[in-house]
């Protein structure tokens, strides 16, 4: 039952990349349990972001023009035995652009995360997990502008940067439902010999399943930066001290026993952090699932 | 070994020696090294005013308006001018105010657009109006105001 929290949480990190642009965060482990040996999860998940509320690398809330973002992403896991699960999550594609420029094109940095299940006991488990993210999007792609061509801005897929998410989470069943915390912190390194500063999250999720093939579930988390960016001139374009507070809302139904989809809405507040050097808006997001368990050879 | 011995003793006391004497001598470090603004010897400074930042985006740098020998204006940024140009190119618009109007066309002249640091030049077809009188720095496709320069007398 409780394996389904697993399935839940990508559509949250596509929230994420796409209101930081790039920032990849570690909510596909944010949970204690891990996969079965042999089973796999995927997701297909399509989001489109329009906003020209920003809030800038102080603080300060401003409206710009509409800065528009499409983001699809593929997102997997596979258990590699009771205690061991790989995770990937790789946006395939990344559309950015503003209502003044042209669209730029690109991949974003791909995740691949290793999780351990500390805790066997499926009741209360609790993990732990490593996940290198990869400079593999584009780290400078300039947006000109419609109508003058020497104006364009820096809108990349990427933060140009190699960062490594851990993650530390524990989940409670509870009947229907289930509950999961988590703390995060991302180590990040340079770009061109610029610092960043590194970035911590803590969040929640409680979920419920009120009819057999449907789970819904509500998260929030918070994410700081351990100090104020040393480059304020680089502004959202590599994502250097974002704060934010997210709060989600997400319906997954299986089908059958392979596919299912899932539907979230995502908005921010203030509740925990402040919102700093992000764009934000309320949106949807819509997912395509499907999962099966490998048949595993035994021994005589 | 005994030689050892006292080269040792005799590195340890250097060593201890020119730790005390690096902490009892003050040392003036300065937070931030500065570009020495000069101005052309043909050019007369009318006015100048040094950028603040906006938005959490910083500006550094001095703005000046200048008459050459023939009577020909600009306004000028001198070589310590500075923004956030990683986010792509910014506009540079002589104005009457620090907000930027971009609707009121009477507010504003758009003086050109920059993708470097330093020193830059932009000519005007006369003496600017003493309204005119504030420097901004604008990152176009986002409508964002990255810093401004009031020019003083």
Redesign the interface.
């Known amino acids: 039952m409780l394996q389904h929290t697993r399935y839940m949480l990508p559509s949250l990190k596509l929230f994420l990349s796409i209101l930081v642009l790039f920032i990849s965060t570690s909510l596909s482990s944010q949970s204690g349990w891990t996969k079965n040996k042999g089973e796999f999860f995927g997701k297909l998940d399509f989001s489109r972001l329009s906003t020209d509320k920003?809030y800038?690398?102080?603080?300060?809330a401003?409206i710009?023009?509409v800065?528009n973002q499409n983001s699809l992403n593929l997102y997997a896991e596979y258990g590699l035995d009771p205690r061991w699960t790989v995770l990937v999550n790789a946006p395939i594609w990344r559309q950015n652009s503003?209502e003044?420029?042209h669209k730029v094109n690109g991949i974003g940095d791909v995740r691949i995360e290793l999780k351990y299940k500390l805790i066997k006991n499926n009741n209360y488990p609790v993990s732990i997990s490593i996940g290198p993210e990869l400079p593999t999007g584009r780290a400078n792609a300039?947006?000109q502008?419609k109508t003058?061509a020497?104006?364009?801005?820096?809108l990349p897929t990427g933060d140009g940067e190699f960062n490594v998410w851990t993650t530390l989470a524990a989940s409670k069943s509870l009947g229907k439902g289930y509950v999961s915390v988590f703390g995060a912190y991302n180590f990040r390194t340079t770009y061109k010999g610029l610092a960043f500063e590194d970035l911590y999250q803590i969040g929640g999720e409680i979920g419920v399943n009120p009819i057999k093939p449907l789970w819904i579930n509500v998260k929030i988390r918070g994410q700081w930066a351990t100090g104020e960016s040393k480059?304020?001139?680089?502004?959202?374009?590599?994502g250097d001290g974002t704060t934010y507070t997210l709060i989600s809302s997400e319906a997954f139904y299986r089908f059958n026993k392979q596919w299912g989809a899932s539907f979230t809405y995502l908005s921010g507040n203030d509740w925990l952090a402040p919102f700093k050097?992000i764009y934000i808006a309320s949106f949807f997001s819509i997912g395509l699932t499907h999962e099966f368990q490998r048949k595993l050879t035994t021994k005589a | 070994m005994k030689q050892y011995l006292f080269l040792s003793i005799l590195l340890l006391a250097l060593a201890c020696s020119k730790e005390d004497s690096t902490i009892s001598i003050p040392i003036e470090i300065p937070s931030k090294p500065t570009t020495p603004v000069t101005t052309p010897s043909n050019l007369t400074v009318l006015k100048s005013g040094k950028f603040n930042g906006a938005n959490g985006y910083p500006s550094e740098g001095t703005a000046q308006l200048t008459k050459d020998s023939l009577d020909r204006y600009s306004i000028r940024l001198a070589e310590d001018f500075t923004t956030s140009f990683a986010t792509g190119s910014v506009t540079i618009y002589l104005a009457t105010s620090m907000v930027l109007k971009l609707a009121d066309a009477t507010n504003y002249t758009k003086l050109g657009i920059i993708d470097k640091k330093g020193m830059h030049n932009f000519a005007l077809e006369g003496k600017p109006s003493e309204t005119f009188s504030f420097v901004i720095v604008w990152c176009q496709p986002a409508g964002v105001k990255f810093g401004h320069a009031e020019m003083k007398q």
Not at chain 1, 150 to 154: C, K, L, P, T, V
């Open positions: 920003y800038s690398p102080n603080g300060t401003l710009t023009n800065f503003f003044t420029t300039f947006a502008s003058v020497q104006e364009r801005i820096n480059h304020p001139e680089l502004g959202f374009v590599r050097n």
